[in-house]
């Protein structure tokens, strides 16, 4: 059973005070919620030691954005995974399309970061997704498959329990543009196929697959109601506690 994934990706936004306040308004509809769905902050580096203590004893997990994949070194302006374990984060996003577009992060590199966060017990969720241009020119399954097969070069069929998968169309991500739910489970479900020719049926069917791009309260029952559609990955419709509960609460 994959128990729905909901992450609220808040980007570069909100100071801890914001944090705070936005984790302790979700933190208290949790508590009288009974649905089974894992919730996921994932915030800003400054703010992730402050919100330990604000989910403390909560149901609310805590994840970093980024992050690099040396434990140490003579790289400035970097978070190291040895830095987040100590915070205990429990995820780590890897390779958002805003990491690969603007800090031209490699697969490569995003291959090293996945392997180093499962050395230090911190679960990745890697992303993917096509350009509008390559959708047009019908390369969008060969492209996130290519992304798939690089990053996840050499990674152990048994790190399975512990990595997700976020597929997030580049031409949807803030522009509210959603992709339809077909054009998500048709991806998502090549995504699983993938994994199971890469791996086995068992690394397929345990993979918790997320869907994020422009999704919203009002979009999220449609998009969570296809069969291989296991979570989504919110970006600004995250920022307000309403709306991100509503999304929780499909
Ligand atoms: P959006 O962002 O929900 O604002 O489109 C999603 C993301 O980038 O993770």
Avoid at 200 to 224: D, F, P, W
Wanted: a negative charge; glycine letters at 6%.
């Amino acid at each position: 059973m994959r128990i729905p994934l909901i992450a609220g990706n808040w980007k570069m936004n909100n100071t801890i005070a914001d944090a705070q306040k936005l984790a302790e308004l979700i933190v208290d509809f949790l508590n009288k919620f009974d649905k089974d769905r894992e919730v996921l902050l994932c915030a800003p580096f400054t703010a992730l030691y402050a919100l330990k203590t604000t989910l403390k004893g909560s149901k609310v997990k805590l994840a970093a954005q980024n992050m690099h994949c040396e434990d140490s070194g003579a790289y400035t302006g970097e978070i190291s995974p040895l830095m987040l374990s100590e915070i205990a984060v429990d995820y780590v996003l890897i390779g958002h399309s805003e990491r690969r577009q603007y800090f031209y992060e490699s697969d490569e590199f995003l291959n090293k970061k996945i392997k180093a966060a499962l050395k230090h017990g911190i679960k990745p969720i890697l992303c993917v997704g096509e350009t509008l241009e390559q959708r047009e020119a019908n390369i969008e399954k060969q492209t996130v498959e290519a992304q798939i097969v690089n990053a996840l070069k050499d990674v152990d069929v048994n790190s399975f329990e512990n990595i997700a998968l976020a597929y997030e169309p580049i031409w949807a991500i803030g522009t509210g543009k959603t992709a339809s739910s077909e054009q998500a489970q048709e991806m998502i479900m090549h995504i699983r196929n993938v994994i199971k020719k890469l791996y086995n049926e068992k690394a397929a069917e345990i993979t918790r697959i997320l869907y994020g791009g422009s999704v919203k309260a009002s979009n999220t029952t449609e998009i969570m109601s296809k069969a291989d559609i296991d979570g989504v990955l919110v970006g600004g419709a995250s920022l307000k506690a309403e709306e991100f509960i509503g999304i929780i609460n499909y």
